[in-house]
């Protein structure tokens, strides 16, 4: 049964990115100063490699184990009213499906998340963009509570962005608005991006990208590193190489995001992420980058560092599905399904915070 506005509700939320999914209970309310609630959070890999159907079954099966368990152990209280979930991918949130993704995201376009998920469930469900989510969920209940407009970067296996201006998420025509990782950058030139297309910031600055450009600077001698969180370690420990790829591709991505706060002029910036989590050194030249660009009306304004991690997608998502979330887009959606017809499969092995096209 929906809960009256006044009530406390329960949402389910699940949080669907290139490495992990996961679900929790969050609790909203709609008392003063109240903020969102969230409960036990499982996941489970998302195993993008098998394709599109084989990670809808485990965002389902999730969903239902998240569900069922949240049922046990409030037999008296108020069950879930609705299930708000952030995907990666571009998103129609009309009708709830993906109708494009990434290479990190192999067979995930055309996916009917809303469709196959309120089905199993027997409830209403919103789906929103991943690094959208991330950044409503900052905007509404983290580090911008309060503020009219946030500029988000989100930044582990990918790298996406999300706009609020006017407490409004921006979605843009195609739900395109906000895609920070697909911005070029001189020092990406020549490098393919996980879209297909070659100079964007994504190449060199996700967690993927950092792993990629380090292995292409290796010099005879330097240790192997798989990851964007190896090569940090590898930096923190005095590596040459390593230290020289986490300080150029962060103060890279510094640019680019006061170049687009030139678009936006927000109250805050937010970074979160995994490759967030680098250390001193990154965000040193992430900081350095951002301030060398911006005007001098800017100045005031620096990156910080989010205050809700990871659980920031599964409270935005909440809060779309509860109807709290106030969007600006056309929900018209030309039918494409991948960004590159002849980007690789290849996907990474971050924390997927940014996963987020």
């Known amino acids: 049964m929906t809960e009256p506005r006044g009530a406390a509700r329960r949402i389910l939320a699940v949080d669907i990115g290139g490495t992990k999914i996961a679900a929790a209970p969050v609790t909203l309310s709609d008392a003063p100063e109240a903020r969102a609630a969230l409960g036990p959070v499982r996941t489970t890999a998302t195993a993008a490699a098998r394709g599109g159907p084989a990670v809808l079954r485990r965002v389902v099966e999730l969903a239902l184990a998240v569900a069922e368990e949240h ?26 499906r993906i109708t494009s993704a990434t290479s990190l995201m192999p067979g995930w376009a055309g996916t009917d998340l809303a469709s196959a998920v309120g089905e199993a469930l027997g409830l209403p469900v919103r789906v929103l963009n991943d690094v959208h989510a991330h950044g409503y969920g900052e905007w509404a209940h983290g580090f911008g509570a309060g503020s009219g407009s946030l500029l988000l970067a989100a930044v582990g296996t990918g790298l996406g962005g999300a ?16 895609h920070l990782g697909h911005m070029n950058h001189t020092a990406a030139a020549g490098l393919e991006c996980s879209c297909g297309r070659t100079g964007h910031i994504e190449s060199i600055a996700s967690g993927t990208g950092v792993a990629a450009w380090y292995k292409q600077r290796m010099r005879r001698g330097d240790p192997p590193a798989e990851t964007g969180q190896h090569v940090a370690e590898l930096a923190a420990l005095g590596q040459d190489t390593a230290q020289a790829v986490i300080r150029e591709s962060a103060s890279a991505l510094g640019e680019v995001l006061g170049s687009a706060a030139h678009l936006l002029d927000p109250a805050h910036v937010v970074v979160s992420g995994s490759v967030a989590e680098a250390g001193v050194l990154w965000w ?6 951002f301030a060398g660009t911006v005007m001098d009306p800017l100045a005031d304004l620096q990156p910080r560092l989010g205050a809700l991690g990871s659980g920031a997608p599964l409270i935005g998502a909440a809060v779309f599905a509860d109807g709290g979330g106030t969007l600006t887009h056309t929900p018209h959606h030309a039918p494409h399904h991948t960004l590159s017809d002849t980007a690789s499969d290849a996907h990474g092995d971050e924390d997927d915070e940014g996963d987020r096209r």
């Open 71 to 96: 049922a046990a152990e409030n037999p008296d209280g108020p069950g879930l009213s609705a299930v708000g979930i952030a995907s990666a991918g571009v998103v129609d949130t009309v009708r709830g």
């Open 284 to 289: 040193d030249a992430l900081r350095e980058g």
């Open 163 to 178: 706009l609020i201006d006017e407490s409004r998420l921006l979605l843009g025509a195609r739900s395109m608005a906000g």
